[in-house]
């Protein structure tokens, strides 16, 4: 089951280089990860709802996409994915189809958490064989960086802007990945750039399993995030070595930590080297810092709870 | 042998999708279509069927697994109305503009506000332009036939596009008539089966639908194919319209043409409206009125050298819709579309405009009768500036 590092250059890649992505994105990582690691022999439908990643995936008259793709809209890519798995069950009952085939849908966190959750829990509900990515860079980004429910609190974005009256976003962030585990499908997990093996791991289990599989997978973002592009994979580790962003899986109703940091770092650590959150350093606004923090250790503790572990 | 049966509009839609057999059907309900994937759903859990059907949660998902379906190589059907087709809207473009023969039943039903569950054509007047092809039916035998001649229709490939297939809310879904229904296999022999030539779950080879055109794409060349397959439709209407003919002996063509040959008035109009009007046409004609009546069945393409050529030598023509533009002094939208295919032609009738039945409002015989009468004086004096009336309104003054 355990690819090694080594190995996954070998593999036959399914986004090829050239798609137009930014230096320093996450999201092709992602993408690369967790399509690297599907068995071998594995034919893909690749489907996107609309965000950076189609757009610069797709550019008429090219694609990089080594596999069948398909985009329709940006809410309803797990919609449209489930018809295509649905054609796919019809067509082999009817013996029209006979290879294997994978199905993958990418979608951002505005995709996910915000205007494609109503298409994301209804597949998930109708068990389709698939998996949902949500490549999760915490805004609208292919719009420009825009506040999405998965964006954090005290950040800037531009639909969130500090200024006179206000410290960048006020509300917390949702908790997309708790509530695609309570629609109690096989595989769910959260998932990081930084940790390869991790992500390796996840997405082998979640190509296993035989209905819908789900990965939230933190893809740092360097032009939203205000970071040089050579820092994302050490952002994503940030992420995850201040628990802002852990990593577990949820496996048939069981939550397990999957990584654990053996120190946790503060959550200063991971926000001062970003420009979306520089205004909360500002003396006005430092019960802001310790208010995030305060939350990321309360959200922490109940996930170690979940988890059955201790600090 | 064909079967004679007593059936509802909803019924027959489902009948004709179970000879159909469709490799996909994502279903949603909504009033007044919900009878159609209820009987449908039943046929699948009875084994009448081996179709595979997904219970979405939208309308927007129903699309939108439509066309995930119809891209991976699958036949697909489907049925809504109202609301639900105004949910769908974004995806009825996408649908179109990807080329996907997707065929769709909707049950006319108003748009909300005030919420009504009744007929009227808002809703598939809103996606007009959304390049699908629209086939309005009278009664149930024709939403029946439409509904099988309609997949033929979206999957010719000179065509490849979404068809939807118009029946009247209630009038037509919910009440039972007379309907023939074909054979099995001559159905099953009719549709043939889907084999397009790409699709996403050909292994040989992968494709992309749905690509991202920059600045300096093809979406303008993208979209004149489009109206090419639309202007080619004409033919393929009318040609699987005689193929029909020849197992059913019911002939479809563009429209239907009711006591025009001598007509000096003549009525337009579409849906179960046709029906009423015909009475009303034999009424005239008892009384030596020379009236006809002609019923459009296919409003998008809308047809219009061979409306111009069917109704240039009438003196004056009533045009009923059963929507609005909204549009301050246009009036409905096929009479505005009308206006325009005669815009050009020197040899043109008076065109007056009657809205009726807005929100399922009835439209009777005495109301018909008033309103061909109003038309016969318009044919003495064309000079009159409202050329919009409302036939039904409470307030009796708007009858002008």
């Known amino acids: ?311 | 042998m064909p079967t004679i049966e007593a059936t509802t509009g909803n019924d027959a839609i489902a009948e004709a999708m179970r000879q159909v057999n469709p490799d996909v059907v994502p279903v949603y309900p909504i009033t007044p279509q919900t009878a159609i994937v209820e009987a449908f759903s039943s046929m699948v859990s009875n084994g009448l069927v081996d179709t595979h059907l997904i219970n979405t949660e939208s309308e927007h998902s129903a699309m939108s697994a439509a066309i995930g379906a119809t891209a991976a190589g699958a036949r697909v059907m489907t049925a809504t109305a109202s609301q639900g087709l105004a949910f769908m809207w974004e995806m009825l473009h996408i649908a179109s503009s990807l080329r996907l023969p997707v065929v769709m039943c909707n049950v006319n039903r108003t748009l909300s506000a005030p919420i009504n569950i009744h007929c009227d054509y808002s809703d598939s007047m809103g996606a007009r332009d959304s390049g699908w092809i629209q086939l309005y039916s009278e009664n149930a035998q024709e939403a029946y036939d439409n509904m099988i001649q309609a997949v033929r229709i979206a999957e010719n490939t000179e065509v490849l596009l979404p068809v939807m297939v118009l029946m009247d809310g209630f009038i037509i879904s919910h009440s039972i008539e007379r309907v023939q229904f074909l054979d099995d296999s001559k159905v099953k022999e009719f549709v043939g089966s889907y084999n397009p030539s790409e699709f996403l779950l050909n292994s040989e080879n992968p494709i992309a639908y749905g690509a991202f055109d920059s600045l300096h794409g093809y979406y303008f060349e993208f979209k004149r194919a489009q109206q090419q397959a639309m202007l080619n439709a004409y033919q393929v209407i009318e040609d699987v319209g005689n193929d029909f003919a020849a197992i059913s002996d019911r002939s479809y063509s563009l429209f239907e043409e009711y006591k025009m040959e001598d007509a000096d008035v003549a009525l337009v109009a579409m849906g179960s409206a046709a029906g009423t009007m015909k009475e009303t046409v034999d009424s005239f004609r008892s009384r030596g009125v020379k009236l006809g009546l002609l019923k459009i069945r296919v409003f998008r393409p809308f047809p219009v050298k061979e409306l111009v050529r069917a109704l240039s030598k009438v003196k004056t023509v009533g045009v009923f819709d059963r929507s609005h533009t909204f549009a301050g002094e246009l009036g409905g939208q096929t009479y505005v579309e009308l206006c325009s295919a005669f815009y050009n032609y020197q040899d043109r009738p008076l065109l007056k405009n009657y809205i009726y039945g807005l929100g399922g409002r009835d439209l009777n015989l005495d109301l018909l009768e008033k309103a061909v009468n109003g038309l016969m004086n318009e044919s003495e004096s064309s000079v009159n500036n409202c050329n919009v009336s409302y036939l039904g309104l409470r307030d009796k003054e708007a009858i002008t």
């Open chain 1, 1 to 311: 089951m355990n690819i090694k590092l080594k190995e996954l250059p070998e593999r036959n890649e399914i986004i090829t280089a050239g798609h137009r992505m930014c230096a320093g994105c996450g999201a092709p990582i992602a993408a690369n990860e967790i399509l690297l690691s599907a068995p071998q022999d594995t034919r893909f439908v690749v489907s996107s709802s609309t965000g950076c990643m189609q757009v610069s995936t797709c550019l008429y008259p090219f694609v990089s996409w080594k596999a069948s793709f398909i985009h329709s809209a940006f809410e309803n890519g797990p919609a449209t994915l489930s018809g295509i798995e649905t054609a796919y069950n019809a067509l082999r009952a009817r013996g029209k189809v006979r290879d294997n085939f994978h199905f993958v849908n990418f979608a951002g966190d505005g995709g996910t958490y915000d205007i494609g959750l109503q298409a994301l829990s209804g597949a998930l509900e109708r068990g389709h064989r698939m998996l949902m990515v949500c490549y999760n860079n915490e805004a609208y980004m292919n719009t420009g960086t825009q506040c999405s429910g998965a964006t954090p609190y005290g950040s800037w974005s531009s639909t969130s802007p500090y200024g006179e009256c206000s410290f960048g976003k006020e509300r917390n962030r949702k908790d997309l990945t708790a509530i695609v585990a309570a629609h109690n499908i096989p595989y769910v997990a959260q998932a990081s750039i930084h940790n390869y093996r991790d992500t390796v791991m996840k997405a082998q289990k979640a190509f296993a399993v035989n209905g819908p599989s789900f990965i939230n997978i933190i893809a740092p973002c360097p032009r939203g995030w205000r970071f040089p592009g050579e820092k994302t994979v050490e952002m994503a580790r940030l992420s995850f070595e201040t628990c802002i962003w852990p990593l577990y899986e949820v496996v048939e109703g069981k939550w397990k930590l999957t990584a654990k940091p053996k120190v946790k770092k503060p959550i200063e650590d991971y926000i001062k080297l970003q420009g979306r959150f520089q205004h909360l350093f500002k003396p006005e606004f430092e019960d802001r810092l310790a208010l995030i923090q305060s939350e990321v250790d309360e959200q922490w503790s109940k996930l170690l709870l979940r988890c059955g572990e201790t600090e």
